[in-house]
Protein backbone atom coordinates (compact mmCIF):
# COMPACT_ATOMS: atom_id res chain seq x y z
CA UNK A 1 0.00 0.00 0.00
CA UNK A 2 2.67 2.44 0.99
CA UNK A 3 4.82 1.80 -2.13
CA UNK A 4 1.38 2.32 -4.16
CA UNK A 5 1.10 5.41 -2.48
CA UNK A 6 4.41 6.39 -3.14
CA UNK A 7 4.17 6.08 -7.06
CA UNK A 8 1.28 7.71 -7.26
CA UNK A 9 2.79 10.85 -5.59
CA UNK A 10 5.85 10.47 -7.82
CA UNK A 11 3.40 10.72 -10.72
CA UNK A 12 1.43 14.01 -9.27
CA UNK A 13 5.06 15.56 -9.03
CA UNK A 14 6.10 14.57 -12.39
CA UNK A 15 2.72 15.72 -13.49
CA UNK A 16 3.12 18.74 -11.97
CA UNK A 17 6.74 19.34 -13.20
CA UNK A 18 5.98 18.88 -16.62
CA UNK A 19 2.86 21.09 -16.64
CA UNK A 20 4.83 24.23 -15.00
CA UNK A 21 7.37 23.57 -17.83
CA UNK A 22 5.07 23.89 -20.39
CA UNK A 23 3.81 26.57 -18.88
CA UNK A 24 6.91 28.27 -18.63
CA UNK A 25 8.09 27.70 -22.13
CA UNK A 26 4.65 29.25 -23.24
CA UNK A 27 5.30 32.08 -21.34
CA UNK A 28 9.10 32.63 -22.66
CA UNK A 29 9.43 35.47 -25.46
CA UNK A 30 11.63 32.65 -27.73
CA UNK A 31 9.09 31.44 -30.55
CA UNK A 32 10.76 29.24 -33.54
CA UNK A 33 7.77 30.82 -35.40
CA UNK A 34 8.93 34.26 -35.09
CA UNK A 35 12.74 33.10 -35.59
CA UNK A 36 11.75 31.73 -39.06
CA UNK A 37 9.76 34.99 -39.68
CA UNK A 38 13.23 36.36 -38.94
CA UNK A 39 15.49 35.16 -40.54
CA UNK A 40 12.99 35.14 -43.94
CA UNK A 41 13.00 39.31 -43.16
CA UNK A 42 16.65 39.04 -42.95
CA UNK A 43 16.94 37.03 -46.60
CA UNK A 44 14.97 39.04 -48.50
CA UNK A 45 16.14 42.30 -47.02
CA UNK A 46 19.58 41.55 -48.17
CA UNK A 47 18.40 40.19 -51.79
CA UNK A 48 16.04 43.10 -52.49
CA UNK A 49 18.36 45.93 -51.47
CA UNK A 50 18.21 48.80 -53.41
CA UNK A 51 20.47 51.62 -53.79
CA UNK A 52 18.58 55.22 -52.68
CA UNK A 53 17.90 58.41 -54.48
CA UNK A 54 15.71 60.97 -53.56
CA UNK A 55 12.08 61.01 -54.79
CA UNK A 56 11.21 64.13 -57.01
CA UNK A 57 8.27 65.00 -59.19
CA UNK A 58 9.81 64.20 -61.88
CA UNK A 59 9.98 60.63 -60.95
CA UNK A 60 6.04 60.90 -60.52
CA UNK A 61 5.57 61.83 -64.17
CA UNK A 62 4.64 58.80 -65.45
CA UNK A 63 1.66 57.97 -62.53
CA UNK A 64 -1.72 59.16 -63.24
CA UNK A 65 -2.51 62.96 -61.97
CA UNK A 66 -4.75 61.80 -59.43
CA UNK A 67 -1.87 59.80 -58.20
CA UNK A 68 1.03 62.26 -58.40
CA UNK A 69 -1.81 64.95 -56.62
CA UNK A 70 -1.61 61.99 -54.17
CA UNK A 71 2.32 62.17 -53.67
CA UNK A 72 2.83 65.68 -53.81
CA UNK A 73 0.22 66.65 -51.91
CA UNK A 74 0.91 64.89 -48.92
CA UNK A 75 4.92 65.29 -48.70
CA UNK A 76 6.03 62.19 -50.52
CA UNK A 77 8.52 64.33 -52.33
CA UNK A 78 11.97 64.56 -50.89
CA UNK A 79 11.76 61.53 -49.02
CA UNK A 80 14.70 58.63 -49.91
CA UNK A 81 13.69 55.93 -52.05
CA UNK A 82 12.89 52.94 -49.87
CA UNK A 83 13.71 49.02 -50.79
CA UNK A 84 11.19 48.43 -48.68
CA UNK A 85 8.03 49.54 -46.55
CA UNK A 86 7.35 48.19 -43.08
CA UNK A 87 3.40 48.15 -41.31
CA UNK A 88 3.77 47.68 -37.50
CA UNK A 89 0.11 46.92 -36.05
CA UNK A 90 -0.05 47.00 -32.21
CA UNK A 91 -3.00 45.29 -30.43
CA UNK A 92 -5.49 45.21 -33.34
CA UNK A 93 -8.98 43.61 -33.21
CA UNK A 94 -8.99 40.44 -35.69
CA UNK A 95 -11.92 38.27 -36.24
CA UNK A 96 -11.91 34.92 -36.73
CA UNK A 97 -14.39 34.65 -39.26
CA UNK A 98 -17.95 34.76 -39.65
CA UNK A 99 -20.43 34.42 -36.15
CA UNK A 100 -16.54 33.66 -34.60
CA UNK A 101 -14.56 35.99 -31.91
CA UNK A 102 -12.39 38.94 -32.25
CA UNK A 103 -8.97 38.46 -30.40
CA UNK A 104 -6.30 40.98 -30.33
CA UNK A 105 -3.37 41.11 -32.82
CA UNK A 106 0.02 42.40 -33.45
CA UNK A 107 0.62 42.46 -37.03
CA UNK A 108 3.65 43.23 -38.59
CA UNK A 109 4.20 43.23 -42.32
CA UNK A 110 7.56 44.00 -45.09
CA UNK A 111 6.68 45.42 -48.32
CA UNK A 112 9.66 45.03 -50.93
CA UNK A 113 10.23 47.09 -53.85
CA UNK A 114 12.51 45.03 -56.33
CA UNK A 115 10.22 42.02 -56.29
CA UNK A 116 6.59 41.58 -55.35
CA UNK A 117 7.16 40.43 -51.90
CA UNK A 118 5.14 40.92 -48.78
CA UNK A 119 6.24 39.03 -45.51
CA UNK A 120 3.88 39.48 -42.65
CA UNK A 121 3.55 37.90 -39.00
CA UNK A 122 0.68 37.60 -36.61
CA UNK A 123 1.45 36.97 -32.94
CA UNK A 124 -1.51 36.56 -30.89
CA UNK A 125 -3.13 34.34 -27.88
CA UNK A 126 -6.01 32.14 -27.73
CA UNK A 127 -7.44 31.40 -24.51
CA UNK A 128 -4.21 32.05 -23.24
CA UNK A 129 -2.47 29.94 -25.52
CA UNK A 130 0.40 31.50 -27.89
CA UNK A 131 -1.06 31.90 -31.52
CA UNK A 132 1.39 32.59 -34.80
CA UNK A 133 1.31 33.26 -38.37
CA UNK A 134 3.16 33.50 -41.29
CA UNK A 135 2.13 34.90 -44.70
CA UNK A 136 4.50 34.96 -47.35
CA UNK A 137 3.38 36.43 -51.06
CA UNK A 138 6.50 35.80 -53.72
CA UNK A 139 6.23 35.58 -57.20
CA UNK A 140 3.09 35.26 -57.62
CA UNK A 141 2.66 32.74 -55.09
CA UNK A 142 1.53 32.74 -51.59
CA UNK A 143 1.43 30.28 -48.38
CA UNK A 144 -0.45 31.10 -44.95
CA UNK A 145 0.27 28.95 -42.13
CA UNK A 146 -0.81 29.36 -38.13
CA UNK A 147 0.59 27.55 -35.21
CA UNK A 148 -0.64 27.37 -31.79
CA UNK A 149 1.55 26.45 -28.14
CA UNK A 150 4.85 27.41 -30.69
CA UNK A 151 4.88 23.80 -32.39
CA UNK A 152 0.80 22.53 -32.86
CA UNK A 153 0.27 23.37 -36.55
CA UNK A 154 -3.65 24.51 -37.11
CA UNK A 155 -3.18 24.90 -40.73
CA UNK A 156 -1.30 25.66 -43.78
CA UNK A 157 -2.32 26.37 -47.40
CA UNK A 158 -0.74 27.74 -50.31
CA UNK A 159 -2.38 29.29 -53.12
CA UNK A 160 -1.35 30.92 -56.46
CA UNK A 161 -2.08 34.88 -56.59
CA UNK A 162 -0.41 38.21 -55.59
CA UNK A 163 -1.49 39.11 -52.01
CA UNK A 164 -4.20 41.89 -52.56
CA UNK A 165 -2.91 43.33 -49.09
CA UNK A 166 0.58 44.00 -51.45
CA UNK A 167 -1.44 45.85 -53.88
CA UNK A 168 -3.25 47.61 -51.24
CA UNK A 169 -0.58 48.89 -49.62
CA UNK A 170 1.67 50.05 -52.22
CA UNK A 171 0.64 54.13 -52.38
CA UNK A 172 2.51 53.84 -48.82
CA UNK A 173 5.81 55.32 -50.24
CA UNK A 174 6.11 56.03 -53.34
CA UNK A 175 9.35 53.52 -54.29
CA UNK A 176 6.02 50.53 -53.64
CA UNK A 177 3.56 52.65 -56.43
CA UNK A 178 6.41 52.98 -59.16
CA UNK A 179 7.67 49.34 -59.40
CA UNK A 180 7.53 48.11 -63.02
CA UNK A 181 4.65 44.99 -61.97
CA UNK A 182 2.48 47.53 -61.69
CA UNK A 183 0.12 49.03 -64.54
CA UNK A 184 -2.27 52.23 -63.55
CA UNK A 185 -5.94 53.16 -65.51
CA UNK A 186 -7.46 56.51 -64.83
CA UNK A 187 -11.07 56.09 -63.77
CA UNK A 188 -12.05 59.76 -62.70
CA UNK A 189 -10.35 62.64 -60.70
CA UNK A 190 -10.84 60.64 -57.46
CA UNK A 191 -10.23 57.32 -58.33
CA UNK A 192 -7.37 55.28 -60.21
CA UNK A 193 -7.38 50.88 -61.15
CA UNK A 194 -4.30 49.83 -60.43
CA UNK A 195 -3.13 45.92 -61.51
CA UNK A 196 -0.07 43.96 -60.84
CA UNK A 197 1.29 41.19 -62.61
CA UNK A 198 3.76 38.58 -61.79
CA UNK A 199 4.94 35.09 -63.39
CA UNK A 200 0.94 33.94 -63.96
CA UNK A 201 -0.70 35.94 -61.36
CA UNK A 202 -2.37 39.26 -61.70
CA UNK A 203 -4.74 41.26 -59.01
CA UNK A 204 -6.67 44.59 -60.10
CA UNK A 205 -8.00 46.69 -57.49
CA UNK A 206 -9.51 50.92 -57.34
CA UNK A 207 -8.01 52.91 -55.03
CA UNK A 208 -9.78 55.92 -54.21
CA UNK A 209 -9.27 59.49 -52.67
CA UNK A 210 -10.92 62.14 -50.95
CA UNK A 211 -10.81 66.05 -51.94
CA UNK A 212 -7.69 66.11 -50.57
CA UNK A 213 -6.29 63.75 -52.59
CA UNK A 214 -6.12 61.50 -49.54
CA UNK A 215 -6.10 57.87 -49.78
CA UNK A 216 -9.48 57.10 -48.23
CA UNK A 217 -10.50 53.18 -50.00
CA UNK A 218 -8.91 50.31 -52.00
CA UNK A 219 -11.19 47.56 -53.12
CA UNK A 220 -10.88 44.47 -55.06
CA UNK A 221 -13.85 42.35 -56.67
CA UNK A 222 -12.82 38.75 -55.82
CA UNK A 223 -10.24 37.59 -53.33
CA UNK A 224 -10.13 34.15 -51.87
CA UNK A 225 -12.20 34.09 -48.65
CA UNK A 226 -11.02 31.06 -46.46
CA UNK A 227 -13.91 31.22 -44.26
CA UNK A 228 -16.62 30.85 -46.95
CA UNK A 229 -13.92 28.91 -49.21
CA UNK A 230 -14.95 31.07 -51.99
CA UNK A 231 -14.21 34.70 -53.93
CA UNK A 232 -15.68 37.61 -51.87
CA UNK A 233 -15.54 41.27 -52.55
CA UNK A 234 -12.73 43.14 -50.14
CA UNK A 235 -11.47 46.53 -49.41
CA UNK A 236 -8.82 48.45 -46.98
CA UNK A 237 -9.95 51.41 -45.33
CA UNK A 238 -7.73 54.06 -44.44
CA UNK A 239 -8.55 57.04 -42.08
CA UNK A 240 -7.30 59.34 -39.61
CA UNK A 241 -4.51 60.83 -41.46
CA UNK A 242 -1.65 62.75 -39.10
CA UNK A 243 1.69 64.27 -40.38
CA UNK A 244 4.31 62.68 -39.59
CA UNK A 245 7.93 63.24 -40.55
CA UNK A 246 6.59 65.49 -42.73
CA UNK A 247 4.26 63.19 -44.41
CA UNK A 248 0.74 62.97 -44.41
CA UNK A 249 -0.24 59.44 -43.77
CA UNK A 250 -3.52 57.40 -42.16
CA UNK A 251 -3.27 55.86 -38.90
CA UNK A 252 -6.16 53.79 -38.77
CA UNK A 253 -6.26 50.28 -41.20
CA UNK A 254 -9.49 48.49 -41.84
CA UNK A 255 -10.26 45.46 -43.96
CA UNK A 256 -13.58 44.32 -44.67
CA UNK A 257 -14.99 41.22 -46.33
CA UNK A 258 -18.36 42.62 -48.37
CA UNK A 259 -20.42 39.46 -47.80
CA UNK A 260 -24.08 39.18 -49.52
CA UNK A 261 -25.09 38.74 -45.95
CA UNK A 262 -23.62 41.99 -45.01
CA UNK A 263 -19.94 43.46 -44.26
CA UNK A 264 -17.51 41.93 -41.41
CA UNK A 265 -14.93 44.18 -40.37
CA UNK A 266 -12.03 41.33 -39.57
CA UNK A 267 -8.95 44.10 -38.91
CA UNK A 268 -9.30 47.17 -37.33
CA UNK A 269 -6.17 48.98 -35.98
CA UNK A 270 -6.57 52.29 -34.70
CA UNK A 271 -2.54 52.47 -34.47
CA UNK A 272 -0.46 51.67 -37.80
CA UNK A 273 3.19 52.60 -38.05
CA UNK A 274 4.96 53.13 -40.84
CA UNK A 275 8.51 53.07 -42.03
CA UNK A 276 11.08 52.63 -44.50
CA UNK A 277 14.66 51.20 -45.19
Given at each position: ???????????????????????????????P?????WN????????Y??????????????????L???????????????????????????????N????????????????????????S?M?G???????????G????????A?????????????D????????M????????????????D?????????????????????????M??????K?????T??????????????E??G??????????????????????????EI???
Amino acid sequence: MKKSKLRRMRLIIVLIVVVVSIIIYLLIPYSPVKMAYWNTVEKFTKEYQLSKNIITEDDLKELPDVLQKYFINNGYVGIKSASVVVFDFKNADFSMGINKPNVKIDYLVYDYVMEPTRVAFIDSKMYGIPFQGIDICKDGKGSMKGIIAKHIKLFETDFVFIDSSYLAECLMHPSLALQDNITYKPIDDYSVEATIKKNDAETTGIFYFNENYEMISFEVDKRYCSDTNTYEKWSAITTDYKEINGINVPTKFQAIWHYDSGDLIYFDSNGMEISYQ
